[in-house]
């Protein structure tokens, strides 16, 4: 069965973001409309469903680099701030918008706290890992099918071609015939024409 490091990540986060919409407890929170998803950003996401790609993101990363906490996850969502004329510097991204959407993973039982050594924060539970996996299956079977599609219309393509070439060098080998024939039958002509003889000649002076 494939896991979510067999498919494309970027499809991944689109297709889980598409099915977190369908989970009650996983829902933009009307003090989100307007707000920055970090302090580097300079205006609110543009994307209305920017929410539920940012959860499916979260997800993702609890899945990979779990146990991690809100504070390495501000890292992971941070950027560099454009200054204008002074050079750009890095700021962490939106504690606040991390913590909700993790609050709002755990309360839907896809992620959960669990403490491994002195590493502390939210790990994927097993309703999570099957969340993903489920979906990564279903993105390796779709990429599985595409790739035999396009295989089979390459050799379709291949095939067509192999027979224009075939149909237009047949185009070509018959004037070619053609043009020797005539050729033959100049020469042929030239032969059967009588040439006179010098006797013949003084006789016609």
Same mark, same amino acid.
């Not at 606040?96 to 050594?117: F, H, M, P, S, T």
């Given at each position: 069965? $494939?896991?979510?490091?067999?498919?494309?990540?970027?499809?991944?986060?689109?297709?889980?973001?598409?099915?977190?919409?369908?989970?009650?407890?996983?829902?933009?929170?009307? !003090?989100?409309?307007?707000?920055?998803?970090?302090?580097?950003?300079?205006?609110?996401?543009?994307?209305?469903?920017?929410?539920?790609?940012?959860?499916?993101?979260?997800?993702?990363?609890?899945?990979?680099?779990?146990?991690?906490?809100?504070?390495?996850?501000?890292?992971?969502?941070?950027? %560099?701030? *454009?200054?204008?004329?002074?050079?750009?510097?890095?700021?962490?991204?939106?504690? *606040?918008?991390?913590? %909700?959407?993790?609050? #709002?993973?755990?309360?839907?039982?896809?992620?959960?706290?669990?403490?491994?050594?002195?590493?502390?924060?939210?790990?994927?539970?097993? @309703?999570?890992?099957?969340?993903?996996?489920?979906?990564? $299956?279903?993105? !390796?079977?779709?990429?599985?099918? &595409? @790739?035999?599609?396009?295989?089979?219309?390459?050799?379709?393509? #291949?095939?067509? @071609?192999?027979?224009?070439?075939? =149909?237009?060098? =047949?185009?070509? @080998?018959?004037?070619? &015939? #053609?043009?020797?024939? =005539?050729? *033959?039958?100049?020469?042929?002509?030239?032969? =059967?024409?009588?040439?006179?003889? $010098?006797?013949?000649?003084? %006789? *016609?002076?």
């Amino acid at each position: 069965m $494939a896991s979510i490091y067999d498919v494309d990540q970027g499809e991944l986060v689109e297709q889980a973001a598409k099915e977190l919409k369908k989970v009650e407890d996983i829902k933009l929170p009307k !003090s989100m409309f307007f707000a920055k998803t970090g302090m580097h950003k300079q205006r609110p996401p543009v994307d209305k469903e920017w929410w539920y790609a940012r959860a499916a993101s979260i997800l993702r990363l609890t899945y990979k680099l779990g146990p991690i906490g809100v504070s390495k996850l501000r890292v992971k969502y941070g950027g %560099k701030k *454009n200054r204008g004329v002074r050079p750009g510097k890095f700021y962490k991204g939106s504690g *606040n918008i991390l913590r %909700k959407i993790l609050q #709002q993973l755990e309360k839907a039982g896809l992620v959960k706290q669990e403490k491994d050594g002195q590493h502390r924060g939210r790990i994927t539970t097993q @309703k999570g890992k099957s969340f993903l996996d489920k979906i990564a $299956a279903q993105l !390796s079977k779709r990429a599985k099918i &595409e @790739k035999k599609e396009e295989k089979k219309e390459k050799s379709q393509e #291949q095939v067509k @071609k192999t027979k224009e070439k075939s =149909e237009k060098a =047949e185009k070509e @080998k018959i004037p070619a &015939e #053609q043009s020797t024939k =005539e050729t *033959n039958d100049s020469v042929k002509t030239k032969k =059967e024409e009588k040439v006179p003889t $010098a006797h013949e000649l003084a %006789k *016609n002076k």
